[in-house]
């Protein structure tokens, strides 16, 4: 079982700091967009964005931790 839970914890990291890289970016490119911009009109697409990047950074970070904690429970 530990054979299996390791490459999956490895590939949770992996789309933990993909997310993360998408978000900040998204984030670089909606301050340039968001000074030209009326802030009355809502929020961005580049905002939206970095709002759904920002959840599924929380997701894939939540499911590595119940990796762990079934990895550490089948170690015992």
């Not at 490895?10 to 030209?36: N, P, Y």
């Not at 929020?43 to 894939?60: D, G």
Request: charged residues 15%.
């Amino acid at each position: 079982m530990n054979y299996i839970l390791i490459p999956v914890i490895a590939v949770l990291m992996i789309m933990v700091v993909v997310s993360l890289v998408r978000g900040i970016v998204a984030f670089l490119k909606s301050t340039k967009m968001d000074l030209e911009r009326d802030p009355s009109t809502g929020a961005s697409e580049m905002q939206l964005l970095q709002n759904k990047m920002m959840f599924a950074r929380i997701k894939y970070q939540a499911m590595a931790v119940v990796v762990v904690a079934v990895l550490l429970a089948a170690s015992r």
